[in-house]
């Protein structure tokens, strides 16, 4: 039988599907917003229930990127010469020749984007509730929806880049965010450094 080992725990996970969800509706109901667009009535009710929920499903976002910091900043924040060697060589995307040092639970790639979705996301909420609870301080809310849209930009770049490289591109990568397992060979491929500090091999 294949040997599997655990990379997500069941709060990961389903904080995972808490941040995904919650992003697909506000980027819906933003969308929305930016471009007036009326057929969205249909599906949250009216203009101003979009409003209600684009701010409140924003809490929830805003929650379940703080505790995402439990499971994955002291990852990121720990660099070594296996990073510098990963970005040199770009992940190994650009040459099946490529030999990519051996990586840790997230590879460089995933720390990076991590730091990206943490920075990204905080300061779409931090404005967010600028222009939410702020509504009368007129110099605060321009810069609060320019920093709140850009930030948003970087994201829906960003986001389907991570969607693409945990589905197509990676095949076997999906399954962690529903059962949190993976084989033990498709780790060893990806994730060495972090089975030897395991002592998985
Ligand atoms: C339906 C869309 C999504 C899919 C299919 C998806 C898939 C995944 C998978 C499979 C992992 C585990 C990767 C691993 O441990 O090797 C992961 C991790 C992660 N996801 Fe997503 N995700 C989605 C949406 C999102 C969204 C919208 C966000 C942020 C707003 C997000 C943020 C993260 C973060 C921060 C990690 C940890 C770092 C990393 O592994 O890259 N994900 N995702």
Excluded: C
């Excluded at 930030?151 to 197509?168: E, G, N, Q, R």
């Amino acid at each position: 039988m294949t040997e599997m080992v655990r990379k997500t725990n069941a709060f990961e996970i389903i904080n995972h599907w808490v941040l995904a969800i919650s992003f697909f509706i506000l980027a819906i109901s933003g969308y929305g917003f930016l471009f007036q667009l009326e057929e969205m009535n249909s599906i949250f009710g009216s203009f101003n229930q979009m409003r209600v929920i684009h701010n409140w499903v924003g809490v929830v976002f805003a929650a379940s990127l703080f505790l995402t910091l439990f499971s994955y900043i002291v990852e990121a924040l720990s660099v070594s010469a296996d990073d510098i060697g990963w970005i040199i060589r770009g992940g190994g995307y650009f040459s099946k020749k490529a030999k990519v040092p051996p990586q840790g639970k997230l590879n460089t790639g995933q720390k990076l984007y991590y730091l990206v979705a943490l920075l990204t996301g905080i300061a779409i909420a931090a404005f967010g509730f600028v222009i939410w609870l702020m509504p009368g301080v007129k110099k605060w809310i321009l810069i609060s929806h320019l920093v709140h849209n850009i930030s948003f930009d970087l994201m829906v770049i960003a986001i389907p880049l991570h969607i693409y490289l945990a589905t197509l591109a990676n095949p076997g990568t999906f399954r962690i965010m529903v059962y949190g397992t993976v084989p033990l060979e498709w780790a060893r491929k990806r994730h060495e450094k972090w089975l030897r500090e395991m002592g998985k091999i």
